[in-house]
């Protein structure tokens, strides 16, 4: 994993290399670090899907597009995204987070993810971060559909279950990392009469069951 | 005051004018409202924020950018800026509302100037939306510069009684909701000898205590 890669798979390359280097720089490593890319990455994350929901739901009430977007725009999808992207591999960690294994935590991998919005904002401007933000994002969007729209996965998936009179799923914790504040859990999902076993990653138990829940809904849509 | 007058002022002429229609219908006028406008207009207003106090302050730590945005893109300033554009004069209301002056109250002409800039952003893209933005804010981003960058609303309260010579506020944790991981703490902030009282929320004690303090200073401020 380097960094040509990773400009490939968002599709931007970088006139100003610094400003990837400072993107993928946690606060940890460097006085250049990332947290004012953050910021801006924030926002034009927010504002690239909001003139997305805008435009493909016409009709959605103002409400619904808002509560689509929080669905969207959270630190757990920015951070499945910088685990697509293997942004783990490219942080510039100092060496206390790096030994507690800060590479891989949520948190700071969602803000990484931010900061790479940031900083092609920054490096290209508004239509070259739109580009890169859909890329990644549509995807998800498209997941989120009308149907999800205000129901998470563990009352889609529970709904489904009982439609078919079949048991409710257990939640299990199998694993918990990190310090008390900046916790990862791990999640099992247990469909048993369907033998379907899902596993969840999140910075909240509540999430990885989210999670966890949303892989088995998914499984079980691609197997009917 | 007319729809021609307000585009010469805010230095944008809509191609699209049903765009501009909508952005001053509330809803109490009719089921083609604003609402959604507001939903996109609140974004670009955040985002273009963003970017130019992230240019003028190069040094600014992220905190700070965040403190002096949340305190440009709020409900107060969009409400001068309306009255400054007569707003209240071209907003299409319902007759309850028009009956209950609806065409001055903060909170409508707040979210109309929102929507405005929603309809920028679709009728002519990022830049013009921009432009019209800076146009309008600029004025108040070199005002808010000096008064509050680096000061929080603790601080800011603090010397405002201690410069009237009375004792400071106590802050107190009054609930608290939600898992370790996710809580939400409610604080009062106490100023016994003005007999003011107020409260804040937020995902963190000192948050929380901050709001709380920002709604005593204003308060005192709009009393004042």
Chains 1, 2 share one sequence.
Not at 107 to 119: K, P, V, Y
Request: aromatic share 8%; with cysteine.
């Amino acid at each position: 994993m380097n960094r040509d890669v990773l400009c490939n798979q968002i599709g931007h390359v970088f006139t100003q290399s610094q400003l990837l280097q400072r993107a993928l720089t946690h606060r940890s490593y460097s006085a250049e670090h990332n947290e004012r890319l953050e910021f801006l990455g924030d926002s034009i994350l927010n504002c690239v899907v909001a003139k997305y929901l805008y435009g493909i739901y016409p009709d959605l009430p103002e409400g619904d597009l808002s509560r689509l977007r929080s669905n969207l725009v959270n630190q757990q999808t920015l951070f499945i995204l910088a685990q697509q992207l293997r942004l783990g591999e490219l942080l510039l960690l100092g060496e206390g987070e790096r030994k507690s294994a800060g590479f891989r935590r949520p948190s700071i991998l969602a803000d990484t993810m931010e900061a790479l919005f940031g900083a092609v904002f920054i490096d290209a401007g508004f239509a070259a971060a739109e580009q890169v933000v859909l890329r990644l994002y549509v995807p998800f969007i498209a997941q989120a559909d009308a149907q999800t729209l205000g129901k998470d996965f563990k009352t889609l998936l529970q709904e489904y279950l009982q439609g078919k009179r079949l048991a409710l799923p257990k939640y299990i914790v199998i694993a918990t990392q990190g310090e008390a504040h900046a916790q990862l859990f791990k999640v099992e999902c247990q469909i048993e009469q369907l033998k379907l076993f899902t596993c969840g990653e999140g910075s909240s138990r509540r999430t990885a069951e989210q999670v966890a829940a949303e892989a088995a809904y998914r499984k079980i849509e691609s197997q009917s």
